[in-house]
Structures are given as C-alpha cells and as structure tokens.
T-cell receptor, first 110, second 117 residues
Framework: SQQGEEDPQALSIQEGENATMNCSYKTSINNLQWYRQNSGRGLVHLILIRSNEREKHSGRLRVTLDTSKKSSSLLITASRAADTASYFCAPRRGAQKLVFGQGTRLTINP | GAGVSQSPSNKVTEKGKDVELRCDPI?????LYWYRQSLGQGLEFLIYFQGNSAPDKSGLPSDRFSAERTGGSVSTLTIQRTQQEDSAVYLC???????????????FGQGTRLTVV
C-alpha cells in the first residue's frame, strides 16, 4: 500500500477564491480518492478518480490525475467558509489498505 | 444501519486501565479499518480487516493494542494498560469491498475521543 503526500500542508485564502491542493504518490494505482475532514472527526469521501481518467468534476470540485507524474490535484472553486477543513488524498491499488497522509489544512477567510 | 457507528463518542480513562472501543460498520461491508489521529495530525493506520482474510495488523503501535472483528461485522479495538500518549481520536471506517478493481469509497464513523489521565 502507499499513502499520498498532500501539498501544501496549510492553505489560507479569501472566501470566493479558488483553492488548489496537490497529492503525489509513488507507485501505480487503480484509483485515487479525496476526502474531507471537518473538526477532527470522521472523513467524508469527496470524489474518486480512476487511473484511466484524467479529470473529473463534482459540483465545485475538480480533480485531475496525471499518472505519468504520479500526481493529482483537487480544485475547489468559489470557496465558501464551509469549505474550511482538512483534505486528504488516498491513492489505491486493488485491495490494498487505505492509508492517508498528513493532509492539507484549508482555511477560508471571510 | 445508516452509517458507521462508533461507541463511545468520548472516553476518559485512568492511566493503566484497559479500554474497549466499538465499531459497527455498514451492513454488508467486507472491509473495516481502524485509524488513530492525534491532535492536529494526520490519520495513522492501525489495522485492516478484509473479509475472511487475515487482518493486516502492521499499524498497531504496540502489543497493548489489539482488535477483532466478530462474524465479519462488529469490531472492537482494545487498548490494554493505557498510557497518556494513547490519547487521540480513534476512527473506524468500512468499505463495500476490497476486490482487485474495486477500491470503492470508505465510510467513516465519527470517532471515539480517548483521553487518558
């Protein structure tokens, strides 16, 4: 199994701006998942992108995947105060266990 | 149930006591995970159950930690002789399947906040 490395560790932006966070990993994957965590409790799944996909959208979220660079990015457009949270990526291959990195702590300022 | 349920939500225990944390996964989910998260840190993997396979215990930090999953459903994480450094939020997650090309999403409980005094 492998864990993703999120970058930056912390990000602070103004409400309404776009937020971009990145994830790098080391070995080949079947898919990569992004999760959000509010207030140090359970994570919530945001989006899954498969290895044969390059981009995926869900509402204000846009995820890209570059398997040649072993990296993914999560873009949140028109950020809101409610987007303040920690964001984690989880690269996955087959039935390997799901592991997480340190995450990106996003703060949206009013 | 509707989601992953963990109990208790909060637990305060004295150093040296044993504690049991419970996780009720979503019915039918074959994969179950336990993680630990200290304040301001990322998720530390503890243990992974997948169907009838032997659990992956590679993340358990010491032999004071153990976990079991009975009947492929409910799981209990036991910490013996608790230490102050065990204080953390313990998160459980379940997933529908762990087959070769699945990798479907994991559903998390709200965690148990353990405080060892």
């Amino acid at each position: 199994s492998q864990q993703g490395e999120e970058d930056p560790q912390a990000l602070s932006i103004q409400e309404g701006e776009n937020a971009t966070m990145n994830c790098s990993y080391k070995t080949s994957i079947n898919n990569l998942q992004w999760y959000r965590q509010n207030s140090g409790r359970g994570l919530v799944h945001l989006i899954l992108i498969r290895s044969n996909e390059r981009e995926k959208h869900s509402g204000r979220l846009r995820v890209t995947l570059d398997t040649s660079k072993k990296s993914s990015s999560l873009l949140i457009t028109a950020s809101r105060a409610a987007d303040t949270a920690s964001y984690f990526c989880a690269p996955r291959r087959g039935a390997q266990k799901l592991v997480f990195g340190q995450g990106t702590r996003l703060t949206i300022n009013p | 149930g509707a989601g992953v349920s963990q109990s208790p939500s909060n637990k305060v225990t004295e150093k040296g006591k044993d504690v049991e944390l419970r996780c009720d996964p979503i019915s039918g989910h074959t994969a179950l995970y336990w993680y630990r998260q200290s304040l301001g840190q990322g998720l530390e993997f503890l243990i992974y159950f997948q169907g009838n396979s032997a659990p992956d215990k590679s993340g358990l930090p010491s032999d004071r930690f153990s976990a079991e999953r009975t009947g492929g459903s409910v799981s209990t994480l036991t910490i013996q002789r608790t230490q102050q450094e065990d204080s953390a939020v313990y998160l459980c997650a379940s997933s529908p399947s762990g087959g070769s090309f699945s990798g479907t999403e994991a559903f998390f409980g709200q965690g148990t906040r353990l405080t060892v005094v």
